[in-house]
């Protein structure tokens, strides 16, 4: 698993497996979000398999899947909206973390500059330069 952090609260992951959970749980992350489309991947990692791996290792888990057209506004909420409702840390998953990374970006757009954004996620490890023009207009929209 390589979890990386992008506020004291959230982080972002590549593919995490049912083993993972437990390590999660000593981590102290009380929900974990799914936003891989279940399309993208076998059977044993599916979201109901990883839903109950979660809830064994004692973590709430959303299931959110995300592609390109489905990155809506709606979802950008919803996504931000779990996170705000958990308990503690939170960790968001997708195949490589991009995604998780760019719908939680999306969500910050009327709240911080987006130098500021995109610093965060490029100390996590993930370069969204090209999602400046988004993040500008959308903080304009206020």
């Known amino acids: 698993m390589n979890m990386r952090q992008i506020t004291p609260t959230y982080f972002v992951s590549p593919q995490i497996d049912t083993a993972d959970f437990d390590e999660l749980a000593k981590a102290g992350i009380s929900r974990v979000i799914c936003n891989r489309p279940d399309a993208e991947i076998g059977p044993d990692q599916q979201h109901e398999?990883?839903?109950?791996?979660?809830?064994?290792?004692?973590?709430?888990?959303a299931f959110l899947p995300l592609t390109h057209s489905t990155m809506t506004p709606d979802n950008v909420q919803r996504q931000s909206d779990l996170i705000a409702s958990a308990d503690g840390p939170v960790l968001a998953y997708c195949a490589s973390g991009t995604r998780s990374s760019v719908v939680w970006a999306l969500s910050q757009a009327r709240t911080q500059s987006p130098g500021d954004i995109l610093a965060a996620t490029k100390a996590a490890g993930y370069d969204l330069d090209g999602l400046r023009p988004t993040l500008e207009a959308l903080s304009q929209q206020g």
């Open 49 to 61: 398999t990883m839903q109950e791996a979660a809830a064994s290792a004692g973590i709430d888990f």
